[in-house]
């Protein structure tokens, strides 16, 4: 079955600068990938989403980025605010619906 | 327009009994799925549903869990016998009939003392 590795587990960062998260998965066949922010306590809420027949995907602050021949997918938040400080998880969809998702990044944003 | 709605938001069980988790969809989604979170991990999957039928349940243990989701009424996650292992955070998520996003609950957060 679908296997997803998501780095780094922790990320820090300066108020204004990037971050960068990378995922990897193994089977080749799946063919979409969200991305979901979970603050403490709270739900999985999907932030953006890329489909296999797309290479990137932008939504004002955030972009995802998809290489299928080498199979990852990452997503990049740019001029960071400390709302964006949260555990932000990727996933591949395996099969007709059936989500994989990666360990998780827990984001902290410095002011 | 409501969004997936879960309950209870908290549950406390002893060990032994028995715990029923209900999800609704959001209007217009036939499909629902269960993931289970322990503390400081990811989601795994458990089980998929679409009403009246179970299409995947690769995830579930194959002992004290069972899902449903009837024609009528919200979709049900049930536990019998439960175990301290079984404390955890339990998500439901719904999608439209053709494969989309998924949304999630805001979970059902089970303790089993």
């Known amino acids: 079955g679908e296997n997803v590795e998501q780095h780094p587990s922790t990320l820090s960062v300066q108020e204004g600068d990037s971050a960068v998260i990378k995922c990897t998965y193994s089977d080749s066949a799946s063919n979409y990938f969200p991305w979901y922010k979970q603050e403490l306590g709270k739900r999985p809420q999907l932030i953006i989403d890329i489909r296999s027949n797309v290479g990137e995907k932008k939504d004002q602050r955030i972009a995802v980025t998809l290489n299928k021949t080498a199979k990852h997918f990452s997503l990049h938040i740019t001029e960071t605010q400390p709302e964006d400080s949260a555990v932000y998880f990727c996933?591949?969809?395996?099969?007709?619906?059936?989500?994989?998702f990666g360990q998780g990044t827990r984001l902290t944003i410095n002011p | 327009n409501a969004g997936v709605m879960q309950n209870p938001r908290h549950l406390v069980r002893r060990r032994g009994q028995e715990a029923r988790l209900r999800c609704s969809p959001m209007?217009?989604?036939?499909?629902v799925y269960w993931y289970r979170q322990l503390p400081e991990e990811g989601l795994k999957f458990m089980v998929y549903l679409q009403k009246e039928n179970i299409i995947d349940e690769s995830g579930m243990p194959k002992e004290r869990f069972s899902a449903e989701f009837p024609k009528e009424g919200p979709s049900i996650l049930r536990i019998q016998q439960v175990v301290r292992g079984d404390s955890a955070a339990y998500f439901c998520?719904?999608?439209?009939?053709?494969?989309?996003?998924?949304?999630f609950g805001p979970g059902t957060r089970l303790t089993v003392t």
């Open positions: 998520a719904s999608s439209p009939p053709f494969p989309g996003e998924q949304y």
């Open positions: 996933a591949a969809r395996e099969g007709a619906q059936k989500l994989v």
């Open positions: 209007k217009g989604h036939s499909h």
